[in-house]
């Protein structure tokens, strides 16, 4: 499996350009991988502004990335803001919400669990309390989203129920050191592929970031990884093979502890 990260700046609340931008990437990309990763919510930033920017899962971004998908012949993955309306005319539910978008026609959402409360995300998003394991092209794949890399039992590979694990975000500059460690360290204790793909430039709230996208073997090794500060992709090439391999020469799978995940709103 061919998987590309797509390291870029992000034009801030202009899905416009954004898409345009995007699009004159993904040219280059044409038959050349089977899977392209952009950051969280790379068509507006990482906004509070969710009233405004919101779009259900059948709006413009997610009906053009599904058509460029198919025209492409490549999965996405990435994050975006996403609304739903409450039933008889409640207010709206707002999401950070995952995508992974297949060229075969299908769509698979995730919705950020462990919102940033630093950034005020908690006070503009819900929360989501499902985490799917999406099947593709004989892999499992988990989606998280930025802040997520922090909780490592969310992200808990129990029974190899994944073999990639792919971490969309906005990470800032002064964490940077963080996001390089939680991303290694995924990989080891999931004895799995993890691709993780952040941003650079500035945001709306001149918060800087500086990339760090790469991604990373199940022991560990660089695979591929793109310059900071630079807009930028890369190529990995991933064995199936190979990590079942390594999982069975070495099964510390087998002694994990085992535990169960609340999915009680009210705890959250």
Partial sequence: MRISILQTDIVW???????????EKLETLRGTTEIVVLPET????????????????????????????????LALAGSFIANE?????????????????TPE???YYYDKRHLFRMGHETEH???????????YRGWNILLL????????????????????LIC???????????????????ALENISYVCGVNRIGRDGRDTPHCGGSAVY????????????????????????????????????????DGFVISSDNSSR
């Fill in 42 to 73: 790379f068509s507006t930033g990482f906004s509070m502004n969710t009233a405004s920017l919101a779009e259900p899962t059948t709006g413009e971004t997610i009906t053009t990335l599904r058509r460029w998908s198919e025209e492409y012949r």
């Fill in 168 to 186: 969309v975000a906005n990470w800032p500059v002064p964490r940077r050191k963080v996001w390089d460690i939680l991303l290694q360290a995924r």
């Fill in 145 to 164: 989203v930025c802040y997520d890399l922090r909780f490592p039992v969310w992200s808990r590979n129990r029974n190899n129920e994944y073999d990639l």
């Fill in 217 to 256: 073997s199940p022991k560990g090794e660089v695979l591929a990884t793109v310059p900071d500060d630079k807009e930028a992709t890369a190529t990995a090439s991933l064995s199936l093979s190979s990590l079942q391999e390594f999982r069975q020469k070495f099964p510390a799978w087998k002694d994990a």
């Fill in 85 to 101: 309306t409450a039933p008889e005319g409640g207010k709206p539910s707002y999401y950070n919400r995952a995508f992974f978008l």
């Fill in 105 to 107: 026609g299908d769509a």
């Fill in 125 to 135: 998003f819900t929360s989501g309390y499902q985490r799917p394991i999406i099947r």
């Fill in 13 to 23: 609340e202009n899905k416009q350009e954004n898409l345009r931008r995007l699009h």
